[in-house]
């Protein structure tokens, strides 16, 4: 779609008014003032087509998929294809989403006979995790004449994938992934004798007697032993709650502001912190899995290993937002029943601030609890300790029935904790900062107790 320049606008109002201004007080003919009138028009006319036909060789691509992290910059590629080579001057624009902020918007530059392809890049940062899609870029270019400015918009199919920003948990966490136990065979040493059979032996002074393998003695009418080693590979398993509770607000702290952004939700530090114990169980040998669930299972995606199960995780959990529903515990436990048939350790992310839930929880966990090793960790509030501490002083009245509002979830707290001690599940109450750090330390000390 042709537009008048402002080189148009210019010559109109410099060279058009004054002239037809200086034909009008000279008193020159009508026929004279109309013939130049048409012959100008023709002209400026003639000249608009040109301003999109010269855009209709422009050719341009960009990479289908550009990866990226929160908080990062990073560039988005074009490359344009001019195969007349008469453009001289060219100038590009994008429309991004609000959660991606480009320095600059449109670029232009010179194009050169010698050249029939040019790359250039928009520098932008990522605001916000999840997948955006660039449909279209606008190319504009001048006329012959440079009176008319021709506009195109060539359509696109980019997909650009922000995940969340774990640079900074993976500086905090790097000596975790690393300690090792008896020269290098374990990277975290374990303790006890093992839990998978291997083999059997003839009975030696000084074996336990719970080794004795009975049906074996009684067969061979002499003393077994069975023997066990260390398991090589385990399950583990991170189950996200992405219900309502997950889209509490959060202040931001130290870690975040430090990447350059702040973590707005639970769901966020949620997501870190099954992806370090991803990275974590994969540096350690075990399969990992995931489970999303709300008011129903939204997504079990088996355990397993490698380099493409851990970018098949990020990529469902990179787009992954909370809702608006409440989490339903029992349909929960019950999918996880009948999917997970080996014994796994599940690592529970939600919150159980609301008395029904919890109540609901302790209800239901029950279901899985003697066949897995359950550990539940959600994001505690700073209003929610006890009363009267170290040190502390009332300032008003208002801070004062405060204090017994935390004093009174604290409690519930701790009877929750008591329940669920009783279904051998243990809950951990971290603050945003450590989050990431004591779910992969508990997944660590399960490991190295050889709990699952």
């Known amino acids: 779609m042709p537009v008048p320049s402002n080189r148009l606008l210019i010559h109109a109002a410099v060279i058009g008014i004054p002239l037809f201004t200086?034909?009008?007080?000279?008193?020159?003919?009508?026929?004279?003032?109309?013939?130049?009138?048409?012959?100008?028009?023709?002209?400026?006319?003639?000249?608009?087509?040109?301003?999109?036909?010269?855009?209709?060789?422009?050719?341009?691509?960009m990479p289908p998929v550009i990866r990226t992290s929160k908080g990062r910059d990073f560039d988005v590629p074009l490359v344009i294809a001019d195969k007349a080579s008469k453009l001289k001057q060219i100038r590009v624009g994008i429309a991004l989403p609000d959660e991606l902020r480009a320095e600059k918007q449109i670029l232009e530059f010179k194009l050169t006979a010698e050249k029939e392809a040019y790359q250039v890049a928009w520098h932008v940062t990522a605001l916000e995790r999840g997948q955006f899609n660039i449909t279209a870029v606008h190319v504009e270019s001048s006329s012959y004449m440079g009176w008319w400015l021709g506009r195109r918009a060539i359509p696109l199919n980019t997909e650009i994938r922000v995940y969340p920003d774990l640079s900074h948990e993976k500086n905090v966490l790097a000596p975790l992934f690393f300690r090792r136990g008896s020269i290098g065979v374990h990277q975290v040493r374990q303790?006890?004798?093992?839990?998978?059979?291997?083999?059997l032996r003839a009975y030696v002074p000084g074996d336990s007697y719970e080794d004795i393998y009975w049906k074996g003695t009684a067969k061979r009418r002499f003393p077994v032993t069975r023997m066990f080693q260390l398991e090589r590979t385990q399950e583990v398993y991170v189950v996200i709650d992405c219900s309502r509770r997950s889209r509490r607000k959060l202040e931001g702290f130290m870690g975040d502001v430090e990447a350059g952004m702040v973590a707005k939700t639970q769901m966020e530090r949620y997501i870190q912190a099954a992806l370090l114990v991803a990275l974590a169980a994969q540096h350690q040998g075990d399969r990992f899995?995931?489970?999303v669930f709300s008011d129903q299972v939204q997504r079990i995606i088996p355990a397993g290993g490698g380099r493409k199960h851990y970018e098949a995780i990020r990529d469902t959990l990179y787009t992954l937002h909370a809702s608006?529903?409440?989490p339903d515990f029992e349909e929960l436990f019950v999918q996880l029943g009948n999917h997970i048939r080996h014994r796994a350790l599940l690592i529970f992310l939600t919150d159980l601030a609301e008395p029904w839930l919890s109540e609901s929880f302790v209800e239901h966990v029950a279901l899985i609890s003697r066949r897995h090793v359950v550990l539940v960790h959600m994001l505690g509030q700073k209003e929610v300790r006890p009363m009267f501490g170290k040190d502390d002083d009332l300032d008003d009245d208002n801070d004062l029935y405060g204090r017994l509002a935390g004093q009174l979830m604290w409690n519930d707290?701790?009877?929750?904790?008591r329940l669920l001690k009783q279904r051998r599940v243990h809950i951990t109450s971290s603050s945003q900062e450590s989050l990431v750090a004591d779910v992969v330390n508990e997944y660590l000390r399960v490991k190295k107790r050889q709990l699952i």
């Open 289 to 291: 899995g995931l489970v």
């Open 191 to 199: 303790i006890g004798k093992g839990r998978e059979f291997e083999q």
């Open 22 to 61: 200086l034909l009008g007080v000279a008193e020159a003919p009508v026929p004279v003032l109309l013939g130049i009138a048409v012959f100008l028009l023709l002209l400026v006319g003639l000249d608009a087509p040109a301003a999109t036909s010269r855009l209709q060789k422009v050719r341009v691509s």
């Open 324 to 326: 608006a529903a409440s």
């Open 413 to 417: 707290f701790l009877e929750t904790t």
